[in-house]
């Protein structure tokens, strides 16, 4: 069994991880961590301290009435990308940790679009 490195969790709610293969299971946000435990098999499990964070990009549509999924960037470890029940309440128990000057909003589909077409051919 796993170790849990929070000794106080302030959010649990049902989420997926997209790894590899999706991954079905539940977030735990707490004082020292993020934490994503699989709901079937205990091996499968991520753990992200606070301190490993570089920062969060959440995915906003509709002028922020949805948010499909959120990827945490981690200065070692790579991105981490969830979709949970609540994103909202997710993303606001993670600022707590982090601060709001970490949260970012990714870049829709036009953005990636103009940026792709305005950049110079010299930074391609």
Known sequence: MVQSLNSKIDLT???TAFTAFTEYGQIMIGNKALEFYH???ARKYIQIPWQEVEYVSASVL????WIPRYTI???QNGS???ASKNPKDVLRAIRVYIGGDKMVKSLGFFGVL???FTRKPSQK
Request: aromatic share 22%; charged share 35%; no cysteine.
């Open 13 to 15: 709610v049902k989420a």
């Open 39 to 41: 709901q079937r098999d």
């Open 62 to 65: 509709f002028g922020g009435k």
């Open 73 to 75: 960037y981690t200065k």
């Open 80 to 82: 981490f990308t969830f």
């Open 114 to 116: 103009k940026r792709a």
